[in-house]
Nanobody, 126 residues
Framework: EVQLVESGGGLVQPGGSLRLSCAVSAFTFDDYRIGWFRQAPGKEREGVSC????????YYVDSVKGRFTISSDNAKNTVYLQMNSLKPEDTAVYYC???????????????????WGQGTQVTVSS
């Protein structure tokens, strides 16, 4: 069964940085899209960023553009989310999701992602 394990969350002060990792196993499709989503208390799950292995496309929600960077290391079966200049409003549980990708591109509609990790907590507070 496909498994995704997020790691790298923690407590950081405003302006600090964290790098989240999403390790993927038992995913046998040649191409994929992976998305990072987050859910803060009392709010709906929000798409943050995504990447396609088909064409390399990436996308970021407006609130994180210029601060977050998504990348992948296929040799390690891992996707990363580098988060810089963190703000208190970035506080949330961060989840990664994956689906097979036949056409390229990516988007942040959570229903497009078939498999999900358990999440990692990011807390930005002074």
């Amino acid at each position: 069964e496909v498994q995704l394990v997020e790691s790298g969350g923690g407590l950081v002060q405003p302006g600090g940085s964290l790098r989240l990792s999403c390790a993927v196993s038992a995913f046998t499709f040649d191409d994929y899209r992976i998305g990072w989503f987050r859910q803060a208390p009392g709010k709906e799950r929000e798409g943050v960023s995504c990447i396609s292995s088909k064409d390399g496309a990436t996308y970021y929600v407006d609130s994180v553009k210029g601060r977050f960077t998504i990348s992948s290391d296929n040799a390690k079966n891992t996707v990363y989310l580098q988060m810089n200049s963190l703000k208190p409003e970035d506080t949330a549980v961060y989840y990664c999701g994956i689906s097979e990708d036949y056409i390229g591109g990516c988007g942040l509609l959570w229903s497009w992602y078939r498999y999900w990790g358990q999440g990692t907590q990011v807390t930005v507070s002074s």
